[in-house]
């Protein structure tokens, strides 16, 4: 066996175009060298960590029983395991390493959902390269990004990791993700390629409750949840992550209509699906597997190609195909698609493609020089929502005492988010730092923590139980107040910095009250009390349920967990040195008892008025109806007004379009950003159609006092929807056209699809 490695060598290596053609045939030629044992090997994804310490690694890697490792982030790690491929396995076939790159990987962006309150592609490419580019000179091939699951339940806190609760955002900025990360080609020196994930409809869990399964409607699972999936794989990503839900009774991972008949067959998707952590083993506790021979049987069948961190394919699939339950073709197609992405990758051209010539490693990987923080501030500006702002509290003077309070507001580790990569949180600036660094000795600034993110000692430790995330400060919530009090007392204002800490919206973070914690509830109440002006920084991962703090506060700044440069961006919007132009990608709920509530719900017989309330209409009759913020909503420090909305034709033909548009005018003091938003509404249709649903959005800038007019095109597909048959179709009628600055508010005008 050991004869034929040189020849090996030589074949495998040398310059591959990046063709399919000479992809199809370089791979058929590799699998015919291949022993069963050494595909099957390529099929299994393993974890650096405690279950596989990397002496275990060797020997798989010179057995040929490992295809790609993820969790591997430093290029020295990567190289050695590289290495033994090419010094110790037969065929040596080139790993691949992944990591979960979701807001960066050294510089950490604002949480995915913060960077679609940008509704700026712009920033979201900006994201999308900068990661790329640090995850690939990581020595990175691939990330588990982007994330499009559609979500409309906050209590799930994986809302932090998506796009939020729309489709046509969602899907327009995993667009542009995977455009900016795979540039021309993954293979490229500072590109990786993506695995968008989790397919499918992972957002829709049931109850908000992580893990859960999913129950929809075909109509509702094609219009709504699947485009994000299908934009991301139009864009040439080139792997997926399978859920680790199961839609309509069958898991993810063990469904070959999705798998195979809509992934491959109908959307023609070419690349890699990976099942998520351990969800083949799982489909034993999903009930729809006997055992873990049985498991593998069902996912390698259902069109599971590669599995995540579970055994289960090396220890079984080699019995499963002697005796017959598992064809050897099934497995060639599996391992052909590892295989094609590895080519993708350019690895069979040069196996160190991401590392760069050995002696080139950087001599600290967390150098400075290597963060790119003015566009990590950049792209944080844009991404805080201003909620409220009562009689121009904010901006604040650079003058004066502040009192910053906040269990938060010095946290560097929370500012990052979860999912922070290789970010290093010493690194990041808080918002303390930030407001320091932004008045400089002009204002006297003073800092109490005030209380701890939570007193529920079940809470705090089950947030410090993988990492220690949250340090308790040991002094008695009185005391922690009072000290607060004293600091407030002697400030003009109080800027208070509280919410969520980044555990508390993660994976396996899901909560039933979407509430601040007591201890930080208790804290405002008492900060109120002083009179000063109440500034609510708020620093979370899901829409909160914020009635009180609404009331309470005299400006409220949503700031989600905005990443390394997050404090000095959230300064800039603070003293006004950035104007607020974020919009939010979530509706804001009044309470949990209102979930779902989004805002493209269908239509009702009995619609709830508010002008001309109804008892026996849809409506909760002890709480105010619609949610506390909509969806698209964000305030300005100057002010927007809308012209009526002007049609360049009151007819649509089906094969024309027709142009939509409003002159917008700052007509406040101040220059500014904001997002106009185009919604449709289809009157009469043969199946209820949503209220409105988002067709199209435009951010612009415009100077004090100046006017620009931002036109729509709308066609066909804009109104089209999967009918009652299963059919994607528009049908003739009457469309109403919203134009506004958020859902809420439109300008309106009606035009006909002939
Ligand atoms: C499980 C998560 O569901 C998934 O999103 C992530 O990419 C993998 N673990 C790998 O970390």
Redesign the pocket.
Known sequence: MLACQPVIAETLFGHHPLTAQARDAFVNDLIKKMTLDEKIGQLRLISVGPDNPKQAIREMIKKGQVGAI?NTVTRPDIREMQDQVMQLSRLKIPLFFAY?VIHGQRTVFPITLGLASSWDLDAVSTVGRISAYEAADDGLNMT?APMVDITRDPRWGRVSEGFGEDTYLTSQMGRAMVLAMQGRSPAERYNVMTSV??FAAYGAVEGGRDYNSVDMSLQRLFQDYLPGYKAALDAGSGGV?VA?NSLNGVPATADSWLLKDVLRSSWGFKGITIS??GAIKELMQHGVASDPRDAVRIAITSGVNMS?SDEYYSNYLPGLVKSGAVSEMEIDDAVRHVLNVKYEMGLFNDPDSHLGPKGSDPINTNAESRLHRPQARDVARKSLVLLKNRLETLPLKKSGTIAVIGPLADSKRDIMGSWSAAGVAGQSITVLQGIRNAVGDKAVVRFQKGANVTDNNGIQAFLNLYEHAVSVDPRPAEKMIDDALAIAEKSDVIVAVVGESQGMAH?ASSRSDITLPPSQRRLLDALKTTGKPLVMVLMNGRPLALVKEDEQADAILETWFSGTEGGNAIADVLFGDYNPSGKLPMSFPRSVGQIPIYYNHLQTGRPYDFQHPNKYTSHYYDAANGPLYPFGYGLSYTRFTLSEVRLSSKNLARNGSINASVTVTNSGKRDGATVIQLYLHDQTASVSRPVKELKGFKRIFLKAGESQTVTFPIAINALKFWNAHMQYVAEPGKFDVMIGLDSARTKNSVFTLL
């Open positions: 993820f979960d588990w994930k989790h992550m680790l998520d952590h995540m994976e």
